[in-house]
């Protein structure tokens, strides 16, 4: 068991829709426990220049709706060295903090590992990243809004294709893992689904739209995740389309970060509310260097060196779905 009077909390990395709900989860979980909780804004940027503030109750109403981070986030160079480490381990001893809470993705996670193995410093994680790439849990905060945005955004992107007989490729987030495309893709009704985890190469893409304009398809959407090695880019691979398929008009939409913004869904609401109840849980049972997941529904940890390994495998049985419904 730890000792714990004091805990901090920050946001790290790329935002994500339900970022607030965690935090309001774990100031509300230390208030119930007589834990004194401090804010430290900017992520490790703000760790180490001391941008620390208590946080009560109070301090986190009206968040729980809210997009974003209101500790704001920020990717810091200064972390990677070894001396912004030990100038942001100083802070914490000199706030008398005396573990933390970091809400972010698998970056996030190797850097807090170097950090607990050089300062023996207790840390517990909360995956916060839209792109569902962390191993050990089956949704990340901010997935699921993420996914929501996506199949709003492809069904007005439909309205336009439908009307002008066109042909859209659209890209949305996912460098590494394909679980935004694939699901989107099979909520919005794509003709074709574009990811990381599988080669589809352009030869079979053009065959599989030529079918579909022989089987009467006057329009199509292909949803393309950014890390798709079919093309260069997006852009690139329309163009290989049109010169091989001359009676598509293809134009492209790349959806960029309008993925990560707008008010959390319910299911990332309470998702980030129960792993930041999870975290301080775990810090009081003595736990430390893990990351907080929910698996099965159950709420569960998993040791940081296993968070950031990779995403969870791609679910072949939805690409399979993907695969009969779109004929």
């Known amino acids: 068991m730890l000792k714990i009077n004091k805990i901090g909390i ?45 946080l009560n109750a109070r301090s986190v109403k009206n968040i729980i709706n809210r997009g974003g981070t209101f500790l704001k986030t920020a990717r810091s160079k200064k972390f990677m060295t070894a001396k912004g480490r030990k100038k942001a381990f100083e802070n914490l001893k000199n706030e008398s903090i005396d573990a933390m809470v970091v809400i972010g993705g698998d970056g996030t996670f190797a850097g807090v590992s170097i950090f607990i193995k050089e300062f023996n410093f207790p840390i517990v994680g909360l995956p916060g990243t839209i792109d569902n790439d962390i191993n050990g849990t089956d949704y990340t905060i ?25 042909l859209f490729l659209v890209e949305v987030m996912g460098r590494d893992a394909g679980d935004i495309a694939l699901n989107a893709g099979i909520g919005a009704g794509a003709e074709e689904i574009l990811i990381p985890e599988q080669n589809m190469g352009r030869e079979r893409l053009i065959e599989s739209l030529s079918r579909s304009k022989k089987s009467g398809k006057s329009s199509s959407i292909v949803v393309v995740s950014e890390g798709d090695q079919i093309g260069k880019n997006i852009f690139g691979l329309a163009k290989y389309i049109e010169e091989n398929l001359k009676e598509y008009e293809v134009r492209v939409t790349v959806l960029g970060h309008i993925q990560r913004g707008g008010s959390p869904s319910c299911f990332d609401r309470v998702l980030a509310s129960r792993l930041g109840v999870g975290a301080i849980d775990a810090l009081l049972r003595g736990e430390t260097n893990v990351m907080i997941g929910i698996v099965h529904n159950k709420v569960t940890s998993v040791p940081f060196s296993e968070a950031i390994k990779g995403s969870n495998a791609i679910d072949e049985e939805l690409i399979r779905v993907a695969d009969i419904i779109s004929i």
């Open 10 to 54: 920050l946001t790290s990395g790329g935002d994500a829709p339900g970022m607030n709900a965690g935090i309001r989860a774990v100031v509300r979980s230390c208030v119930y426990n007589n834990i004194e909780c401090i804010g430290i804004y900017r992520g490790f940027e703000g760790l180490i220049e001391g941008d620390f503030e208590k």
């Open 142 to 166: 901010g997935y699921d809004t993420a996914l929501n945005t996506v199949v709003e955004a492809i069904d007005k992107i439909r309205d336009t294709a439908n009307s002008h007989n066109r």
